[in-house]
DNA sequence: GTCTATAGGTGGATAGAC
DNA sequence: GTCTATCCACCTATAGAC
């Protein structure tokens, strides 16, 4: 959790090959990449993780519970499903922010090539996301804050493909403004207004 | 355009390298594979393609030319937009079908790594797409078919982020499916029905 | 146009000293 | 925990015979 804890290697190993991934891709960087961003060798690495699946399955595991732990302090600060939304949208816009793809959308397109742990973790990533939206896009319908026909399932997994592919449409464009653009006409389609957050003073 | 033809050499290459980066990426694939998938050497393939950027290039600008031919096809076809924008997605499906990702879309995800010349064909297959669909959504709301509040740019631009995005993501799960319910609910946001065809006669 | 042979580099990974 | 040294497989690319 600290990037400036100088003892902290195994951290900063995964918080370099974490950002290595999210620019370059799984396939796209190598263990000489990270040694040199990190100051020690590549043999020092292996130490670590002894094996590029094995880092690739803990890169995959720290990124989903930071994304869980956003998740609930989103929870704990919003009571509105709408303003839910708008947080989660955030969270992805400030991934986007740093020019990185979201990690499991990066390494869904590479899913073919991944270790069989890599595969199940990224799967897990996007079943929780499903579970969280499902709860929430259902709390808004029947606070009658959302509209929506389909099936929260079915929604939630709209805007995570959506989303998803706002981001990787976007890094090409190196354009943030068109990811919003696009999160923002899907909210608006559930019913969700894009100025700030409903405030009820 | 002839798979079966022994003599055309550099069509076939580009066949197995296509097939390639759509399903591992262009990081995710060496010579030596389509050597062995095209059964000639290594060294052979530089008489075709000198370098593997080459070779990426080349394969991009082909795919552009048979999608344009594509959506010409379908401008062809149909003269409804709502007919257009389902055999649209139609295109996205067949891709899938086998497995594959979109090329470009695929391009995306690795976009930073890519050589300065694929990343202008990927920039432009997506400007392409945005152009077609920019034209179709305007036809169709003309003709008050299809209806929306933003600008029909903006609309195309939500669709192809978010049709590129159901493709990434539904390749984890092995579910055309889950791509197709992403898809019908878009379409069905611009009052677009998922039944078959309308048929005037 | 395709081959053999090979160059020159980089990939992940290991052994063993410190 | 980190290092040096090294392995071997693989990468893209080239030279030159056929």
């Not at 939206?133 to 808004?140: A, C, F």
Request: glycine share 6%.
């Amino acid at each position: 959790m600290d990037t400036a804890n100088p003892g902290n290697t195994a951290q900063q190993i995964l918080n370099a090959a974490e950002r290595l991934v999210q620019m370059h891709g799984f396939n796209g960087f190598s263990y000489a990449d990270i040694a040199q961003e990190v100051g020690i060798t590549k043999a020092s690495l292996h130490y670590h993780f002894s094996t590029k699946a094995e880092l690739g399955r803990s890169l995959i595991a720290r990124y989903q519970d930071n994304f869980c732990a956003a998740l609930a302090a989103i929870d704990a600060e919003d009571a509105d499903a709408a303003d839910k939304l708008r947080d989660y949208v955030r969270l992805y816009a400030k991934v986007l922010r740093d020019k990185r793809m979201c990690l499991c959308g990066m390494l869904a397109a590479e899913f073919i090539t991944l270790p069989q742990p890599m595969k199940a973790g990224v799967k897990k990533f996007f079943d929780a996301n499903e579970h969280w939206l499902s709860q929430t896009l259902e709390q808004g319908r029947k606070a009658k804050q959302l509209h929506f026909a389909a099936s929260a399932t079915d929604v939630a997994r709209t805007l995570i493909d959506s989303l998803e592919g706002a981001m990787l449409v976007a890094r090409s464009y190196g354009s943030a403004a068109r990811f919003l653009a696009t999160a923002d006409w899907l909210l608006a389609e559930l019913g969700v207004g894009t100025a700030a957050k409903t405030r009820r003073a």
